[in-house]
């Protein structure tokens, strides 16, 4: 009975608030012994709880993100034997300071009034390939496994949230996407045998094109903003490579990636009203290990539209970015 209590695992439980100490859901929540690099991970609820358990003793780092938040991290952490230890995650202030139409609250009443997307079979072409077209609310961001960076990158995401992401591209109204299809707002996918365009509701330049022709990437490929996509088909998943991307663009709000980066997207449209999405972004020059970000998109009603996006039109950011 001694040698179990020495080596019983312990529980980890507590919350994730923001600076008003209201729950932060959806915050990824990584557990890291510092001894042997083993991870625990989980996702907080609803009220921002979460809970790991059978954790071994020892010395641990917690680490915290979540969409619009700060990362938070906590070191040297000590596990005893059997312990149930409370460490709750104060992840401060939203980014967009909650200002009015950017506060938390008004995005998540967007969501709430998504209506429940439609009931039935996934529809299919005349060759027999699963029928992706239609308008899509794209995926939420929610927690998940973070991206595992080289050291350079991992100073540089640091470097740019003490910065308060004044560099970011998107606040500049320069192109911030590198996926074809968009998280969060509404993409519209119109697919042929040969091609595969979307059409994203907060993008630039708005649209994508994926080659569907059997055709490979050129073998001159210059890098560009959102480089060049061409997919085929796996059973019913489209799978699409999207190269030549240049270094210019974040992944996630502030990963940075080099000129090798290839961003493999796959699409599976599980039923009438839902559509897989699982990206695959791949780059020696700045990560460890590929990242995979996987999430659900749902159909919107036909009465949706995607409205006009002329960032630099009403750009009012710029003059509030203020870095240290």
Not at 22 to 32: D, H
Not at 75 to 104: A, C, H, N, Y
Not at 120 to 142: N, V
Request: aromatic share 8%.
């Amino acid at each position: 009975m001694a040698t179990f209590g020495q080596t019983a695992p312990a529980t980890i439980t507590g919350a994730v608030v923001d600076g008003n100490k209201t729950p932060v859901p959806g915050a990824s929540i990584q557990f890291k012994n510092l001894e042997n690099g083993m991870t625990y991970k989980a996702t907080s609820g609803p009220i921002g709880n979460y809970s790991l358990a059978q954790v071994p003793p020892g010395k641990y780092e917690l680490s915290v993100s979540s969409f619009g938040f700060k990362p938070y991290e906590r070191k040297d952490i000590v596990v005893q034997p059997g312990q149930t230890l409370r460490l709750d995650v104060p992840m401060g202030d939203f980014i967009s300071l909650d200002t009015l139409g950017e506060d938390r609250a008004g995005i998540g009443r967007l969501v709430l009034t998504r209506p429940q997307p439609p009931a039935g079979p996934a529809p299919r072409t005349a060759e027999g390939k699963p029928d992706l077209s239609g308008l899509w609310y794209g995926p939420l961001p929610a927690g998940g496994d973070q991206a595992e960076l080289l050291p350079w990158a991992e100073a540089l995401v640091k470097e740019r949230f003490d910065h308060n992401l004044k560099d970011s591209p998107n606040a500049r109204c320069l192109p911030f996407n590198v996926t074809p299809v968009n998280v969060f707002f509404l993409n519209r996918l119109i697919q042929t045998k040969d091609l595969l365009v979307t059409i994203l509701e907060y993008d630039i330049p708005g649209y994508r094109q994926i080659y569907l022709d059997g055709r490979g990437h050129p073998k001159d490929l210059e890098s560009s903003w959102t480089g060049h996509s061409i997919g085929k088909w796996d059973g019913d998943t489209l799978v699409i490579e999207t190269a030549g991307l240049n270094d210019k663009t974040w992944l996630g709000e502030a990963n940075p990636h080099t000129d090798k980066l290839k961003v493999i997207t796959r699409l599976r449209r599980l039923d009438l009203g839902h559509l897989e999405i699982e990206n695959t972004f791949e780059d020696p020059g700045s990560m460890k290990k590929p990242w995979i970000v996987k999430g659900v998109a749902t159909l919107a009603p036909a009465t949706e539209e995607i409205a006009e996006f002329i960032c630099n039109e009403n750009n009012q950011d710029v003059e509030h970015l203020v870095g240290k």
